[in-house]
């Protein structure tokens, strides 16, 4: 069992910057891909970057690209994502996910999810 809390969401003001932490539990965290994926009011959930277990490759989806970064520190059982140069557009709320071994991620096939957290950009 696996329990992901979210941190660092809030309000910012478009072009302002965001650091999320997603602190998991539990053990063999370096197992899990790693996924953010955000909801806005209305919207159905998206991906919006993942990190691999294998060697810790990274995929952004194409809104985000060259403005969020994903990271982990295995030791600390932490993934991270960077968020520079905010837009109205990126307010959601965020949500860490874990996948067991596997380099899929996707909306439906994570293992855990955290409870999330908001990110407001005010324009």
């Known amino acids: 069992q696996v329990q992901l809390v979210e941190s660092g969401g809030g309000l910012v003001q478009a072009g302002g910057s965001l650091r999320l932490s997603c602190a998991a539990s539990g053990s063999s965290f370096s197992s899990y891909s790693m996924g953010w994926f955000r909801q806005a009011p209305g919207k159905e959930r998206e991906l919006v970057a993942h990190?691999?277990?294998?060697?810790?490759?990274?995929s952004y989806e194409d809104s985000v690209k060259g403005r969020f970064t994903i990271s982990r520190d295995n030791a600390k059982n932490t993934v991270y994502l960077q968020m520079n140069g905010l837009k109205p557009e990126d307010t959601a709320v965020y949500f860490c996910?874990?996948?067991?071994?596997?380099?899929?991620?996707?909306?439906?096939?994570?293992?855990?999810w955290g409870q999330g957290t908001q990110v407001t950009v005010s324009s």
């Open positions: 990190i691999s277990w294998i060697a810790g490759r990274t």
């Open positions: 996910a874990a996948r067991f071994r596997s380099v899929v991620v996707t909306t439906t096939a994570m293992d855990y």
